[in-house]
């Protein structure tokens, strides 16, 4: 294969995407674009599209479709692959040589599988793909030959702290590593108790401190529940039990994780809070990239502090350790409630602090069911959809 990589980026118009455009349009001679996919945004896919030449777009439905034609303003227009198959297969298209699975929620799941199965470089910034199907999707990745590259910062600051062979995630533990210990701002809310947090507004829980994120990755922010996904993807990248898995607060997110060794040692990986950073490492692995972040000054930043998260004012967090040690099905159960309180909580339809509740709920309703195999998507998703049923009429009796 050529030195020039074709990407295709899944969920180009939330902010992920964008920032994948922005590294790729910074080499022109080593990046271009194949396909992009947006669900709601047409104007702003087909303003993406013109500016990158992109050969194929993927939208949901006929309607999606019609208002990107009429935004577009360019020449001769790119494909247009209409639905959730449409944006399977082009995930798993020989035209695309790095696929970015950057799709927020379950509905990335499928897209980011194809991708692995199709023996693809696969940049993951999907949570849900290693959440609710870990066993599933690690598994693809083994048997189709895909080099996996984590994008979320933590997982990339692992990933660059660990023994590097020129080998990428394949959710094998590396030798002489004791403990991963993954950052976390605090979000928004860290010097507050959660009890006194109910009447929060989503635009206060979406004002995060450090990070320009989308509105439901800026609650889970806030709730901590996102730093609780994002152990329970370590434990599945890095094949890292739960009790090898720490979390503590770094309000300047500067050091993005840290990799303890045996030896006592504890490498870390520091840079500005942008996500061009990981994209970049992702999209030149495993050379590196000129991506457009400013360069860290340590002496301007004048002190780096750490503490540990407080179980009561993070509560969400804990719960993503018990889901962990409960296994897929609990794991699968609190993405799905979360997912459903987030957005209830985003429409004004269900106060911040009761997040929480569903969860709980969820899980318990969860714990009290029989164990089922999940050796496949089919099992995953049907699983998931049952689960959001009960969480949405969960929310509905608050």
């Known amino acids: 294969m050529s030195d020039f990589r074709h990407v295709t980026v899944l969920g180009s118009t939330g902010s992920i995407g964008e920032s994948t455009l922005d590294v790729v349009a910074r080499h022109p001679g080593r990046l271009g674009v194949y396909a992009l996919t947006a669900h709601s945004r047409m104007e702003r896919l087909a303003q993406q599209a013109a500016a990158c030449a992109a050969r194929v777009v993927v939208v949901p439905?006929?309607?999606?479709?019609?208002?990107?034609?009429?935004?577009?303003?360019?020449g001769s227009l790119p494909e247009i692959r209409v639905g959730a198959e449409a944006l399977a297969q082009t995930a798993a298209d020989p035209g695309g040589d790095a696929v970015m699975a950057a799709i927020v929620g379950a509905a990335g799941l499928p897209?980011?599988?194809?991708?692995?199965?199709?023996?693809?470089?696969?940049?993951?910034?999907?949570k849900e793909a290693l959440v609710a199907a870990g066993s599933v999707f690690m598994r693809?990745?083994?048997?189709?030959?895909?080099?996996?590259?984590?994008?979320?910062?933590?997982?990339?600051?692992?990933?660059?702290?660990?023994?590097?062979?020129?080998?990428?995630?394949?959710?094998?533990?590396?030798?002489?590593?004791r403990r991963l210990i993954l950052t976390a701002s605090g979000g928004p809310f860290r010097g507050r108790d959660w009890e006194d947090l109910e009447q929060v507004t989503p635009e206060q829980a979406c004002a995060h401190p450090n990070w320009s994120m989308g509105r439901k990755i800026s609650v889970d922010s806030a709730t901590m529940l996102n730093k609780g996904l994002e152990v329970i993807e370590a434990h599945w990248l890095f094949g890292m039990p739960a009790e090898r898995i720490d979390v503590l607060i770094h309000p300047q997110s500067v050091v993005h994780s840290l990799v303890e060794y045996d030896d006592g040692s504890v490498l870390a990986q520091l840079g500005q809070p942008d996500m061009r950073t990981p994209i970049a490492h992702g999209l030149g692995f495993p050379g590196r990239l000129e991506s457009g972040v400013s360069p860290l000054d340590l002496a301007s930043c004048g002190r780096l502090d750490f503490d540990r998260?407080?179980?009561?004012?993070?509560?969400?967090?804990?719960?993503?350790?018990?889901?962990?040690?409960?296994?897929?099905?609990?794991?699968?159960?609190?993405?799905?409630?979360?997912?459903?309180?987030?957005?209830?909580?985003?429409?004004?339809?269900?106060?911040?602090?009761?997040?929480?509740?569903?969860?709980?709920?969820?899980?318990?309703?969860?714990?009290?069911?029989?164990?089922?195999?999940?050796?496949?998507?089919?099992?995953?998703?049907?699983?998931?959809?049952?689960?959001?049923?009960?969480?949405?009429?969960?929310?509905?009796?608050?």
């Open 61 to 74: 439905d006929d309607e999606a479709r019609g208002r990107f034609e009429r935004a577009w303003a360019g």
């Open 111 to 126: 897209a980011a599988l194809a991708a692995a199965r199709a023996g693809k470089r696969v940049l993951l910034a999907n």
């Open 140 to 177: 693809a990745v083994r048997e189709n030959g895909a080099e996996l590259l984590p994008i979320d910062s933590e997982h990339n600051a692992i990933f660059q702290c660990l023994p590097q062979d020129g080998a990428t995630a394949t959710g094998q533990a590396a030798c002489g590593v």
């Open 309 to 398: 998260p407080d179980p009561a004012r993070f509560p969400c967090l804990a719960l993503s350790f018990e889901a962990l040690r409960a296994g897929q099905q609990a794991c699968i159960a609190l993405n799905a409630a979360n997912e459903v309180a987030v957005q209830a909580f985003l429409e004004g339809r269900l106060p911040y602090t009761w997040i929480r509740r569903v969860i709980e709920a969820t899980l318990e309703w969860q714990a009290g069911r029989a164990s089922a195999t999940l050796s496949d998507l089919a099992e995953v998703l049907a699983l998931d959809l049952e689960t959001r049923t009960y969480a949405c009429n969960l929310g509905l009796a608050y």
